[in-house]
């Protein structure tokens, strides 16, 4: 897969709408292609931009983030990464930040005379990130490792993601590892393992999450407005929410999240978070 092709499908690749086939052959490339990554990030920027425009504050927010992407392509430019402050893509990014700011005013523009729909336009779910979760558990994706000692896993993970990757493992004996893949997560690398429970599968999703994911995490006025819920589970305390008939359980742990979701009811699911360690 060329970068051609990949950077023509980046819209339908964050939303989502591709194929499982051509989404292993896409992420391959990501893995690989510096230039396709520093797109994929703006394309996701432009996306949130776009939602988030409704806020007051956000066009002020977005033009932050759109300067540390900046600033970090241009950090990458000396590895090998997109030059992307030249005349050319500072005209394409100054063209997509007006169309951007115009929907956003739209957007607020409509939804004056209407409180209800001023809540659904203003406001950006900061649990969005768990119907991605739940996407890459349905995606069924093969893995790129199979079944190992956790410490072997561990060690392949080694430079492929930004963080030290702990393969979480259960007390139950149901329950088997079966592999792991490197995927994304909004505009982040994450780490997909996969188990079976019986005859059901479960999915743990394993991320860096955004400063304002991990602080609605701990706020429990957030958890409270969007319908969350947290409790504690043994010795763990475990925030979850319904996504998609999903149940999708995490937890923090050293500053990276744990997310689970799989074909199991409720119950069963959260205990086996519960029982979920971290050798």
């Known amino acids: 897969m060329d970068c051609k092709l990949v950077r023509g499908h980046l819209d339908a690749y964050v939303d989502a709408e591709l194929e499982p086939t051509p989404v292993i052959e896409f992420e391959r490339h990501l893995d690989d292609c510096t230039n396709c990554r520093n797109e994929l990030a703006l394309s996701r920027l432009m996306q949130r931009g776009v939602r988030e425009l409704a806020l007051p504050a956000a ?3 977005l033009k932050l983030r759109l300067t540390r992407a900046l600033d970090e392509a ?5 590895r090998g990464g997109f030059p992307l402050r030249n005349p050319w893509a500072m005209s394409v990014l100054t063209g997509a930040a007006s169309l951007v700011f115009l929907v956003g005013g739209l957007i ?3 939804s004056r005379g209407n409180p209800a729909q001023q809540t659904e336009a203003g406001l950006v779910d900061p649990f969005g990130v768990l119907g991605e979760v739940v996407q890459r558990h349905v995606d069924q994706l093969p893995s790129d490792i199979n079944a190992e000692p956790p410490e072997q896993v561990t060690s392949w993970f080694r ?10 493992e259960f007390n139950e004996p149901q329950v088997h590892f079966l592999g792991a893949r490197v ?15 019986g005859s059901s599968r479960l999915t743990t999703v394993v991320f860096q999450p955004s400063k304002s994911f991990q602080h609605v995490l701990h706020d429990d006025h957030q958890l409270q407005r969007w319908g969350v ?5 043994g010795n763990r305390v475990v ?14 742990h050293d500053g990276v999240v744990y997310a689970f979701t799989g074909d199991l009811d409720q119950q069963r699911l959260l205990k086996l978070v519960a029982s979920a360690r971290l050798p």
């Open 229 to 233: 819920h947290r409790e504690r589970l």
């Open 74 to 78: 241009d950090a990458r430019e000396g």
């Open 159 to 168: 430079g492929k993601v930004d963080f030290r990757m702990r393969p979480v």
């Open 239 to 252: 925030t979850y929410n319904s996504v998609h008939g999903y149940t999708v359980p995490v937890f923090e």
């Open 59 to 61: 066009p002020h927010a």
């Open 183 to 197: 995927s994304h997560v909004q505009d982040r690398t994450a780490a997909n393992l996969y188990y079976s429970v």
């Open 108 to 110: 607020r523009s409509d």
